[in-house]
């Protein structure tokens, strides 16, 4: 098995994870699903390496990542526009880029959404635990180790040919929206109606306090009928806590499995890339839609993220 | 039974099922019967099943199903459920030393309660521990049924360190740290088993709707069990 280095980390930036499509068939036994927070723009970086789509990427939060490169190599980058240059030079986002050994990549700074996706033709070595790469910080395993990648650390790719593909990035949300629709759990009837409104009527702010488990908002505080708690339930990606301080959170990558606060609604699945490429000091909005609605409006956008690759062999 | 069994969506990939309001074995029981039914039967489209006290959550690939279709295949089951044969749940036998350094609470428990330490761990090894739920962390067990006569509130100060197989109890609950963790149980004693192994198959030791049973072991034989120090 290859343990020679493709690239060396030279500088490991904020935040920088290796991350999948997530660990599937474990939240049963208090396992986190984790995986990439923005699913979509990680997919449509595998797909362009011509990886599978839940293959592992490099989620890049922020700023900062910098790589030696060792070896001629095939990347694609999606998501946040964090600047990515080789030797200087602007790399495109959203297309397959051929980069050569002794070239150093860099994540130069924020210009869009919160994180970019880096990912390599061919298979990424890295700790595969439950049958997922994903890295799960709190729980110590997964992707490098089990934490974010450091200085000097190594990543050794498996590289593969693939044919150069583009990708039609306009089929996707501008990162700039603050809208954010929602399901609400009216079933659950945890809220008043003056709680309800107060939720889908004013602006919350994204707080420092956001991390890849959750984001925790503030705003005009919404009020329970009730108390705060409930029987402990699933805790679902996007689901939307309100604990007895009356402040949401919204739960992401790697929410804990269950959990006993009250929950108005979850955030809709075509919605989770945009507030995965959400940051603290942004105001968002919430907007109720039906199920039906939410359901076609994500298959809407599956539709045109497949209709947008175009191979050129 | 089926009468108290019902669904509904949360978001767009997730399905509730409610199995009424009271955390208890029937409720548990009910529960272990829905998902041997899926297990039997098979869901299209289904990703995982997540139990909790007194549902089950089911995520599910939307492109592959609108709710509508989910909630036919759920129906099914449900008209399936009286002719389910379901396995006895296991009892997961725990070894634990007591007290010590292992269980540095122990005596508080015992002072608390106005009890001999003895008879606190005669009191904790005397029952079987139904397992509701896995969460909190990887392969923790929300164990009920733990005797209120050894019932103890948590630590003023929660502690920045907790051992992996930390035995505790919290208020009226017992249960078991799988990974190194802060917390603010009462620490009463720990085990040379791994909860969570991510080298051994199967990773989580532990599964919602088995039981456990705690037994007394001594400092050697926790070592002798590859307990570590």
């Known amino acids: 098995m290859k343990t020679q280095a493709s690239l060396t980390v030279s500088h490991p930036g904020f935040f920088s994870l290796i991350q999948d499509g997530g660990r599937k068939g474990y939240q049963a036994f208090g396992v986190p699903e984790s995986g990439a927070m923005d699913k979509e723009a990680a997919m449509i970086a595998s797909l362009l390496a011509g990886n599978p789509k839940e293959a592992p990427v490099i989620e890049v939060t922020v700023m900062g990542l910098e790589l030696e490169v060792h070896e001629d190599l095939t990347i ?36 869009t959404g919160a994180r970019a996706y880096l990912a390599f033709s061919g298979t990424m070595k890295a700790d595969n635990v439950m049958g997922s790469y994903a890295t799960y910080t709190r729980g110590n395993f997964g992707g490098l180790d089990g934490r974010k990648l450091e200085k000097g650390d190594s990543i050794v790719i498996e590289p ?9 990035a306009s089929v996707l949300p501008g990162y700039g929206q603050t809208e954010i629709r929602v399901i609400l759990f009216r079933e659950d009837e ?79 699945s075509a919605d989770l890339s945009v507030l995965a490429q959400s940051l603290p000091g942004k105001t968002l909005t919430f907007k109720e839609v039906s199920l039906r609605e939410a359901q076609n409006l994500y298959r809407q956008r599956m539709n045109q993220i497949n209709k947008a690759f175009s191979v050129y062999e | ?91 997961v036998k725990i070894p634990v030393v007591y007290g010590g350094e292992f269980g ?72 078991i740290y799988p990974i190194e963790s802060p917390g603010g149980w009462q620490i009463i004693g720990r085990t040379p088993l791994k909860l969570f192994d991510r080298d051994r198959s199967p990773e989580i030791l532990l599964k919602a709707g088995d039981y456990i049973a705690f037994y007394p072991i001594s400092e050697k034989e926790y070592l002798e069990m590859g307990g570590t120090l």
């Open chain 2, 1 to 91: 039974m089926k009468e108290t069994i019902g669904f509904r969506p949360r978001g767009d990939d997730a399905v509730i099922i409610t199995f009424g309001t009271a955390i208890n074995e029937e409720t548990n029981q009910a529960i272990r019967r829905f998902l041997f039914a899926i297990e039997k039967n098979g869901i299209k489209g289904m990703i995982e099943a997540i139990p909790s006290y007194t549902q089950l959550t089911i995520i599910y690939d939307q492109q592959e199903c609108y709710y509508e279709e989910m909630l036919d295949q759920l129906y099914e089951i449900r008209r399936q459920l009286t002719s389910i044969e379901i396995p006895e749940a296991q009892t």
């Open chain 1, 160 to 168: 593969k040919e693939t044919a150069f593909k583009r990708f039609d």
């Open chain 2, 104 to 175: 540095p609470d122990l005596a508080t428990v015992a002072k608390y309660n106005g009890l001999s330490e003895e008879e606190v761990v005669t009191i904790h090894t005397s029952e079987n521990y139904l397992i509701y739920m896995l969460g909190f962390t990887p392969g923790f067990p929300y164990l009920g049924g733990m005797d209120q006569k050894i019932a103890t509130p948590r630590l003023e100060t929660p502690r920045e360190k907790i051992w992996a197989g930390s035995v505790g109890i919290a208020g009226n609950q017992t249960g």
């Open chain 1, 76 to 111: 694609a980058i999606t998501g946040g526009d964090l600047g990515p240059q080789v030797d200087g030079m602007p790399v495109p986002m959203y297309q397959t880029v051929k980069i050569q050994t002794g070239s150093r990549l860099r994540f130069t700074g924020l210009r």
């Open chain 1, 190 to 268: 945890a809220f008043t109606g003056e709680g309800i409104h107060t939720f889908l009527s004013e602006p919350y702010d994204i707080s420092n306090q956001s991390d890849r488990m959750g984001y925790r908002l503030s705003g005009p505080l919404i009020s329970h009928r009730e108390g705060a708690d409930m029987i402990s339930s699933a805790i679902t990606f996007g689901a939307i806590q309100v604990p007895g301080h009356g402040q949401p959170i919204i739960m992401m990558a790697d929410r804990q499995t269950v959990g006993g606060y009250t929950q108005i609604g979850r955030v809709i």
